[in-house]
């Protein structure tokens, strides 16, 4: 079974969980900085999530801890373009220890994966919302509470559609 966004809602076996995404909403024609979260059917990959903050239930995904060197590559300049990366870092690359609580705990869906293509967009994640669930630059967000639900049912095949 495989989670759909539709709208403003997260759909999984049983739930309807409010989500927000996107400031541009929902788009067939993904490109890096449009604010929009991409249409389709994508794989996900692992869960990543903060030791200090999350207190993470048994699931099946494969799992990181996020560190605080831990970033994500948005810059098409550079062969790590879309993927994880170490910092320093001498390309432009979004710090995944952060501040605020929105990737505390996330899913990493494989948009622009295999192969990347450069400009095409990057780290979209499934992560947390806001308490207002104010628009994503492209991600999909749902509350904490909302997504430690969830997770202990997804598998490592579950899909995810993007409506």
């Known amino acids: 079974m495989n989670i759909i966004i539709k709208k403003h809602f997260l759909l999984y076996k049983g739930y309807k969980l409010k989500c927000s995404v996107g400031k541009s909403g929902i788009t067939s024609t993904k490109k890096e900085g449009d604010l929009a979260t991409p249409k389709g059917l994508f794989a996900i990959g692992p869960l990543y999530y903060r030791k200090n903050r999350i207190k993470l239930p048994k699931c099946n995904l494969n799992k990181k801890i996020i560190k605080k060197n831990m970033g994500w590559c948005d810059d098409i300049e550079s062969k790590k373009y879309n993927k994880e990366i170490k910092f ?5 690359a ?70």
């Open 94 to 163: 979004e710090t995944l220890y952060r501040k605020d609580k929105i990737y505390d705990i996330f899913i990493n869906i494989k948009y622009n994966y295999s192969p990347v293509i450069k400009g095409r967009g990057s780290a979209i994640f499934l992560h947390l919302s806001s308490k207002n669930y104010k628009p994503t630059k492209g991600c999909i967000a749902v509350k904490k509470k909302d997504i430690l639900k969830i997770i202990p049912l997804i598998k490592k095949n579950t899909k995810i559609s993007i409506r």
């Open 88 to 92: 320093p870092f001498k390309y432009s």
